[in-house]
C-alpha cells in the first residue's frame, strides 16, 4: 500500500503521518521541508522574499527530493503529502499572488510578466506531478482544515490560499481516480479510521503510536531559514 496522507497547510499531515508509520510499523516518507531547503537553495532569504523562479525552483527540489524517497520503499510506505501538493500550492500562487499577504484577494491580484510567466512554467510542472500522483499511490487520506494556520514564515498567511489549495488538491485527485477517504477528528480518531479502512497492520497501541510521534515531532528543528544559514 503506497498511502499519501494529503490536506493543505496546517492540517496535520506530519504528526498524523508519524503515528500512523509508529501504529502500523509502515515506513513514512517525507520531502525537505522548506526550513531545509531554503538555507541552501536561496541563502539570506526567507519564503516570502523569494521570487517567483526560487519559488519554482523550490518547487521542482522539494518534489525531486520526495521522489527519491519514495522510489527507495517500494510498493510500501505512507507519504507526508505527495507530488500534488507543491505544484498545486505554485498553481494558487497565480491566483493569489507569489507572496500573497493576509489581506490578498483574487480581486486585487495584478498580472505582471513574472506573474504570467509564473503560471506558464508551473502548468508545465503539472504534467509530471500528476503523472507521478496516478502511478505512484495507491490512495489518499484527506485531512480536512481542522485547525488554525500556523504563521511560521513557511506558510502563507492567507487563509484564502489554504482553503484553494485544499479544494483544488482534492480536484486533481478526483480527476486521476485516485481512491480517497477523509480522516478528521483527533489524532487517536484519525488513526483509527485510517488503518480500519484500509486493513493496515497495527504493531503497537494507539496511544504509544501517538505519544511515540509527538515525542518525533518534538524533535524536529523549528529554527528560521536564517537561523539554519548562520549555524
Not at 26 to 55: D, H, N, Y
Not at 201 to 206: A, D, H, L, M, T
Request: proline share 5%; with cysteine.
Amino acid at each position: 500500500m503506497r498511502l499519501a496522507v494529503s490536506g493543505t497547510y496546517s492540517t496535520g499531515k506530519t504528526l498524523t503521518t508519524m503515528a500512523l508509520s509508529h501504529y502500523t510499523g509502515i515506513t513514512r516518507s517525507a520531502a525537505m521541508t522548506m526550513r531545509e531547503l531554503l538555507p541552501i537553495s536561496v541563502p539570506g532569504k526567507t519564503l516570502e522574499q523569494c521570487t517567483g523562479a526560487e519559488i519554482l525552483m523550490l518547487i521542482t527540489r522539494r518534489n525531486q527530493e520526495r521522489a527519491v524517497s519514495e522510489s527507495h520503499l517500494g510498493d510500501t510506505f505512507i507519504s507526508d503529502g505527495s507530488s500534488l501538493h507543491e505544484w498545486i500550492y505554485g498553481t494558487v500562487r497565480v491566483l493569489v499572488g507569489i507572496n500573497p499577504s493576509a489581506t490578498t484577494s483574487l480581486a486585487n491580484v495584478p498580472r505582471t510578466p513574472e506573474l504570467e510567466f509564473f503560471e506558464e512554467v508551473i502548468t508545465q510542472l503539472g504534467v509530471p506531478a500528476k503523472q507521478h500522483a496516478k502511478a505512484g499511490y495507491d490512495a489518499f487520506v484527506r485531512l480536512p482544515i481542522e485547525f488554525p494556520m500556523v504563521d511560521d514564515g513557511h506558510r502563507p498567511v492567507n487563509e484564502r490560499f489554504r482553503a484553494l489549495a485544499d479544494e483544488m488538491i482534492q480536484d486533481e485527485v478526483d480527476a486521476l481516480g485516485i481512491p480517497t477517504i477523509t480522516a478528521g477528528g483527533s489524532i487517536e480518531k484519525r488513526l483509527d479510521t485510517i488503518a480500519g479502512h484500509f486493513g493496515l497492520p497495527r504493531v503497537v497501541s494507539i496511544d504509544e503510536a501517538v505519544e511515540r510521534a509527538r515525542a518525533d515531532y518534538a524533535a524536529i528543528d523549528t529554527r528560521s531559514e536564517l537561523e539554519r544559514a548562520q549555524s
